[in-house]
C-alpha cells in the first residue's frame, strides 16, 4: 500500500498532470471489457474452494482445467472487443489533447495487452488463494508493486515520450508477474499441470454461475470506469487526473483489507461447502468477524487520511495537487470504509451458488450511479455551484448504502442468516467505534499546527485510541478471551 502511494506520486509528478489524467482515461476503456474477467475469477475461487472444501482432488484438476480453457476464451473477447468497439470509442468520444493522441494510442494498445496477459493469469492466482498460500501471494504482490517504483523511476533517465514508455514498462512487469504466478503455481500443484480436458456440464456449471455475476462484474466496472469516461466526458482529462489520485488512495486501503479477507474467503467457502445444513454454524461465525475486522482495519487507516487530507496530499504530491483531488479523495475513502462490509457477505451468497435474484437487484442499484450522474450533471446549469465533479461520488456513497442492505436481505433469505443478530453484533458495535474512534486523533489535531509531526501524532493517537476502543468495545467477550490466548501464545514461544 505504501509502495503504491509513493509510485502514484512520483508518476504524477514524472509524467505531469495532462499525461497522468491520459493514462487513467484511455486504460479505463480496457478495463470497462476486462469486466468479464473478474466474474470468472471469482466463479474460479468458488469452485476450486468447494473441492478442496470436500477434498475432491480428482474434480479439482478437472475443473481448473476447464477454467484454462475459459479464460483462455475470455481472453481473446476482450483482444476483439477493445480492438473493435473500445478503439471506436477511443477515437470518437475520448476527450484528448491533439498533441497526446499519438501517445494515447499507445498507452491504449499496451493496455490491451496487460488485459489480455492478466486474464489467462487468473485461474492460476485463484488456486493459489483458494489453496492458503498466502505467503507466494504476498511475496508476488510486494514483487510487482517494487517493480513498478522501479519504471518510474526509470522513466527520468530515457530521453523519450514518458508516456508511451510507461505504458510499455507496464505491459513488461505484467508479463513478469504474471510468469512468475504460472511457474509457482504449475510447480507447487499437481492440478496446475493442464492437460486438455472438456465436460460439457462441469463447463456449464462453472458458466452458470459466472453468468449472473456478470451482472455484479459490470457494475462494479461502470461504476469505477465508468464515472472516469462521464468525468472526462464533461470536464476533461484534469479532473480525471484528480479522480485517478483519489482512487489510488481509495485502492490502496481497499486492497489492504482485501489481503486480510483474501485468508478468509476460503474458509468461509469451505465451511459451507462441508456444512451446508448448519447456516447458523461456523460460516456465519466467520462473516461476522471477518466484517468487523475488516471495517477496523480500514477505519484504523482511514481516520488519518481523512483528518489530515490536504496535508497528506500536499506531502505525497510535493504541491501538484490538481483541483477537486481533497474532496474526491475524502468521499472515495468514507466509500471504501462502507465497502469493507461488502466482501463477507458476497462470498458467503456466492458458496450457495443461488445469486441470480441476489445480482439482478444488487447490480441494479450499483448501475443507478451512471445515470443518476449523467442526468444531474446534465441538468444542474454549469453556473450552479452544485455543478461539481464530486456529485458522482455522494451518488456513488448512496448506492454503496443501498446495496449493502440488498446483501444483508440476502443473507436473511438464502443462509437464514438472522438480520437483528448481525445488527447487533456487527452494525452496533462499529457505528460505536466509529463515533468514538475520531475523538482524541481531532482533538491532537486541532491542537497543533500543520506538520508531519501532527500527522505522525494524528497516526499513533488513532492508532492506540482505536486499538483500545476495538478491544472493549467493537468485539465481543469470546473474541477478546481468542486474542488474549493468541498474545499469549506468542510470548510462551
Not at 476486462?34 to 478442496?52: D, H, I, P, V, W
Not at 483458494?130 to 527520468?156: C, G, N
Not at 456513488?396 to 436481505?409: C, D, K, P, V
Amino acid at each position: 500500500m505504501l509502495i503504491t502511494l509513493y509510485t502514484t506520486r512520483v508518476t504524477l509528478q514524472v509524467l505531469g498532470v495532462e499525461d497522468f489524467g491520459t493514462y487513467g482515461a484511455v486504460a479505463s476503456i480496457v478495463l470497462m471489457f476486462a469486466f468479464l474477467s473478474s466474474t470468472m475469477a471469482t466463479a474460479a475461487q468458488r469452485f476450486f474452494a468447494m473441492e478442496l472444501g470436500v477434498d475432491n482432488h480428482t474434480k479439482l484438476k478437472q475443473i481448473f482445467s476447464i477454467n484454462v480453457l475459459i479464460f483462455s476464451g475470455l481472453a481473446i473477447i476482450v483482444l476483439l472487443l477493445a480492438e473493435t468497439a473500445g478503439l471506436w470509442y477511443f477515437n470518437a468520444k475520448m476527450n484528448i489533447p491533439a498533441d497526446r493522441y499519438e501517445a494515447a494510442a499507445w498507452v491504449y494498445q499496451f493496455a490491451i495487452f496487460s488485459s489480455v496477459v492478466s486474464i489467462v493469469t487468473i485461474p492460476y492466482i485463484a488456486i493459489i488463494t483458494a489453496r492458503e498460500h498466502m505467503k507466494a501471494y504476498a511475496y508476488l504482490s510486494i514483487l510487482e508493486v517494487l517493480f513498478k517504483l522501479a519504471i518510474v523511476f526509470a522513466l527520468i533517465y530515457f530521453p523519450i515520450d514518458k508516456l508511451k514508455l510507461y505504458a510499455l514498462l507496464v505491459f513488461f512487469v505484467q508479463i513478469s508477474i504474471s510468469a512468475t504466478y504460472i511457474i509457482y503455481s504449475t510447480t507447487k500443484f499437481f492440478e496446475c499441470k493442464v492437460k486438455y480436458y472438456w465436460n460439457k456440464t462441469m463447463f456449464n456449471e462453472v458458466c452458470s454461475f459466472a453468468g449472473w455475476n456478470v451482472m455484479g462484474s459490470l457494475s462494479m466496472t461502470a461504476r469505477s470506469q465508468g464515472i472516469v469516461l462521464l468525468l472526462n466526458h464533461f470536464f476533461g482529462v484534469l479532473v480525471n487526473a484528480a479522480q485517478s489520485i483519489a482512487y489510488q488512495v481509495y485502492y490502496a486501503l481497499i486492497r489492504f483489507t482485501d489481503s486480510f479477507f483474501i485468508a478468509v474467503r476460503p474458509q468461509i467457502i469451505k465451511s459451507y461447502s462441508y456444512d451446508k445444513e448448519d447456516k447458523s454454524g461456523e460460516m456465519i461465525r466467520l462473516v461476522f468477524q471477518s466484517s468487523k475486522f475488516c471495517y477496523y482495519l480500514i477505519l484504523i487507516l482511514s481516520i488519518p487520511v481523512l483528518i489530515e487530507t490536504k496535508y497528506i496530499l500536499e506531502l505525497w504530491l510535493k504541491k501538484d495537487v490538481p483541483d477537486f483531488t481533497l474532496i474526491f479523495t475524502r468521499l472515495m475513502v468514507v466509500t471504501g470504509i462502507i465497502e469493507s462490509l461488502a466482501n463477507p457477505l458476497i462470498t458467503s451468497i456466492n458458496a450457495t451458488g443461488k445469486i441470480k435474484k441476489y445480482q439482478i437487484t444488487t447490480s441494479s442499484i450499483i448501475l443507478l450511479i451512471l445515470p443518476v450522474s449523467y442526468l444531474i450533471l446534465r441538468t444542474v446549469p454549469k453556473e450552479s455551484n452544485m455543478f461539481t465533479p464530486q456529485i458522482t461520488m455522494f451518488v456513488m456513497i448512496a448506492t454503496s448504502i443501498l446495496a449493502q442492505a440488498g446483501r444483508i436481505y440476502f443473507m436473511k433469505n438464502l443462509l437464514k442468516m438472522n438480520i437483528s443478530h448481525y445488527l447487533k453484533q456487527v452494525i452496533l458495535p462499529i457505528l460505536a467505534v466509529t463515533s468514538l474512534a475520531f475523538v482524541l486523533p481531532m482533538i491532537y489535531y486541532y491542537s497543533f499546527n500543520a506538520s508531519f509531526l501532527r500527522l505522525v501524532g494524528v497516526c499513533g493517537v488513532t492508532l492506540l485510541s482505536s486499538a483500545v476502543i476495538i478491544f472493549y468495545i467493537g468485539i465481543t467477550k469470546s473474541e477478546r478471551n481468542g486474542i488474549k490466548m493468541f498474545v499469549l501464545k506468542k510470548l510462551r514461544r
